[in-house]
């Protein structure tokens, strides 16, 4: 039986070496056309790079204009809420007066129409001008 086990080419300890060469070489022939494809990854990546802080600038500057373009259109809507808040201030004083006055029946009938609405309290910023007096 030995001499049948040393006759069989297979039996031999190249075999077991040139299995285990043969492995080495496939890892490492694909470890090699990995870095290529991650250093193809990386130039794309790179090269997109520029794009983005070009696009990440231009959103920056349209963003700054768009902010600067609506001030005037937020300046004008606090006035007109301040102007609101101190008209329903003076509706509110002036539905506290004597119920027989046609304008005391107004300012009531503003003053739950706004109830009504919704509007059960308004709160008035302070106005700077009226800080100055």
């Known amino acids: 039986m030995e001499n049948q086990e040393q006759k069989n080419p297979f039996a031999s300890i190249h075999t077991p ?17 990995t870095l290529g494809n991650n250093k193809k990854m990386t ?9 983005q802080i070009n696009a990440y600038k231009d959103a920056k500057e349209k963003l700054a204009k768009a902010i ?3 001030g005037p259109a937020v300046k004008e809507s606090s006035d007109l ?8 201030k ?6 506290k007066g004597d119920e027989k006055d046609e304008a005391v029946k107004d300012a009531k009938n503003i003053i739950n129409i ?11 910023p302070d106005d700077p001008a009226d800080q100055k007096k």
């Open 17 to 33: 070496i040139a299995l285990v060469g043969l492995a080495l070489s496939v890892l490492f022939f694909s470890q090699s056309l």
């Open 43 to 51: 130039e794309l990546q790179s090269s997109k790079v520029g794009a």
């Open 68 to 70: 600067e373009q609506r």
């Open 81 to 88: 809420q301040l102007r609101f808040g101190k008209l329903i």
């Open 90 to 95: 003076k509706v509110n004083e002036l539905s």
């Open 114 to 124: 706004l109830v009504s609405s919704g509007i059960n309290s308004i709160n008035v």
